[in-house]
């Protein structure tokens, strides 16, 4: 490649220095605004309710082992107002719990869904961990987005097969569709350095300082808009959703479970479908071979390098944070805050649908409730935080107490005088929207702003390996959450006890994170890298792991382009 057509000289052997085209880009942000819409209306919003309504079509009462939930719920009658003012007694028993019997252990088919998620976000961690090389070494980037695109857009398009009576199949399509969507993400994160570092727009600069800070604002910019065109079709599919279960249920299915099931193939449907241009338009962009970079002399298999790699990068990683107190304090609270985010989402929802006795519609509508608050609190926090001069620690504690909103109000319900007026504390299916506004108004200020605090407390020169961190902390805590949830709901035959947890565990990270001191953490972190420790592991762990910030990870890369000169100055 000649310097005349604006490429650079290739730093590896097979790179391809091709200028980033307008194409390549909507061929980016088509698959990425695909996932998207799968983790919105899917993950988000019908994949749960989906699953629950399939264990109930095939669950009995626990009461006595053998009424089909479905029997009992006609004999309820269809009068609205009759289980109104008998769901108060009825929530102090568990005569009406409906239950089914995965591997022979009882489980109510709410805490059945969460389990199911439970199990899928901890593979999905442990997926990240082991191939997560893969997106920055070897040939196989763009095939393993497409495979994992058009996996999870099966699994979910599979679910039009599910009936009830194999609802475990159900339970195992989530699994694939979760795994396959957070492997999606990974390796459309890891193309973003890639595209903005061809990118015509950064053009040959004079100085390594310009030419990075002109790609660093490049990728900042692509990835908002990815994020801003992911939510904006999310919220079309999800009308789209809802416009199809209205006409659902006019054709009155012999099974409640249909209409959720045909709107999961149609969100597969436009997974599949928006991964397309993906397929045509992304280049290639392979990155360096592992194996000549390094694993150079191993005679293993090439897989088994992969998987070694991956997993002692981490543990570097690991290793290394545990000596920076700040860092690690706030490693603590975000894996308490993320488990705590994730599981009053998947809570909330369930609660909606056993308890308050709320259609598919009214959830999804939830849904999309949650998502546009999200994107008004992306931009609200900013301003809000500016006009009381919060600093970005004091932000993210006033996100989290603001939080603290919905499960004390959810708490609220306990008390007899509230009791009496038949409304507050979640007795009213209505009361959920506001608690759902909150809920994404808080999400898009946390979002941002735990990263950006987490960027201040890191080594210098070793942000991509510790984002990576980040993200596995993330994806590895909300496991936990809805596993609790789960067994509390096993134990007392409801989900609004659980409240109390989520209050506890949405409470636990504000003593932590008070006591960061970012100060100390950034010194201790520039300490460290200083002494060279940071950079000993960094070209062990750097480059294999772009998922966590994109800016960042940009960053990672540039550096890990440098030659062994530029290492040596920038040790000194």
């Known amino acids: 490649m000649s310097h005349d057509d604006g490429a650079r000289a290739p730093r590896y052997e097979g790179e391809d220095v091709s200028p980033t085209s307008e194409r390549e880009l909507r061929g980016w942000y088509s698959t990425g605004l695909a996932a998207e819409i799968f983790a919105v209306c899917g993950v988000g919003s019908f994949a749960p309710v989906t699953l629950e309504q399939l264990a109930r079509e095939s669950g009995v009462l626990r009461s006595d082992g053998t009424t089909p939930c479905l029997q009992a719920a006609k004999k309820e009658g269809s009068s609205r107002l009759a289980r109104m003012l008998v769901r108060a007694a009825e929530s102090s028993s568990d005569d009406d719990t409906c239950v089914v019997r995965p591997f022979g252990r009882e489980t109510s088919t709410a805490s059945f869904a969460l389990y199911t998620f439970s199990i899928a976000v901890f ?124 006409l659902l249920k006019k054709a009155n299915f012999a099974s409640e479970s ?34 000549t970079t390094k694993m150079r002399g191993t005679r293993l298999p090439v897989a088994l390098q992969y998987l070694i790699f991956a997993w002692t990068s981490v543990w570097k ?41 709320m259609g598919t519609i009214a959830i999804a509508m939830l849904s999309i409730t949650a998502t546009a608050s999200g994107i008004a609190g992306a931009f609200a926090w900013p301003r809000i935080s500016k006009r009381y001069g919060f600093q970005t620690k004091s932000a993210i504690i006033a996100c989290v107490l603001f939080m603290e909103i919905i499960p004390l109000y959810g708490l609220l319900g306990f008390l007899p005088f509230v009791q009496s007026w038949g409304v507050g504390g979640l007795q009213q299916a209505w009361e959920i929207y506001p608690l759902g ?43 936990v959450g809805p596993a609790i949830v789960g067994a509390i709901i096993d134990s007392v035959g409801t989900i609004r006890p659980a409240f109390l947890f989520l209050a506890v565990l949405i409470a636990l990270p504000v003593p932590l994170l008070y006591l960061v001191d970012v100060q100390k953490g950034r010194a201790d972190a520039v300490a460290l890298s200083e002494k060279g420790d940071a950079y000993a592991y960094q070209d062990v762990a750097m480059d294999d792991f772009d998922h966590g910030d994109e800016s960042t990870a940009n960053q990672g890369l540039m550096r890990g382009w440098e030659d ?9």
């Open 123 to 246: 593979l999905q961690a442990l997926v990240l961990i082991t191939f997560s090389p893969v997106a920055d070494y070897g040939v196989h980037r763009k095939r393993l987005l497409l495979a994992f695109a058009f996996t999870g857009a099966t699994a979910s398009m599979m679910f039009i097969l599910v009936v009830p009576q194999v609802y475990m199949l159900g339970s195992a399509l989530i699994i694939i569709g979760v795994v396959s969507l957070g492997s999606s993400f990974v390796l459309l994160n890891s193309f973003l350095p890639l595209l903005a570092a061809h990118h015509p727009d950064v053009g040959q600069q004079d100085q390594r300082q310009d030419a990075q800070s002109a790609q660093l604002k490049l990728s900042v910019q692509i990835s908002s808009k990815g994020v801003g065109l992911g939510y904006a079709a999310a919220v079309c599919v999800q009308v789209v959703s809802i416009i199809l279960l209205v």
């Open 258 to 291: 249909t209409p959720l099931r045909c709107v999961l193939f149609v969100v597969g449907t436009f997974w599949a479908t928006l991964t397309i241009p993906g397929a045509l338009w992304l280049r290639d962009r392979p990155g360096p071979s592992l194996q």
């Open 317 to 357: 990683t690991v290793k290394t944070a545990a000596r920076l107190r700040q860092t690690g304090i706030f490693l603590i609270a975000w894996f308490l805050l993320s488990d705590a985010i994730a599981t009053v989402s998947g809570t909330a929802i369930l609660f909606a649908r056993t308890e308050l006795h």
């Open 437 to 479: 506004f909150v809920h994404g108004f808080v999400m898009g200020g946390l979002s941002s702003y735990c990263r950006a605090f987490y960027g201040e407390i890191i080594p210098p020169g070793s942000e991509a390996a510790f984002y990576a961190l980040y993200a596995i902390t993330d994806k590895g805590s909300s496991a």
């Open 564 to 572: 062994e000169e530029d290492a040596d100055d920038r040790r000194k």
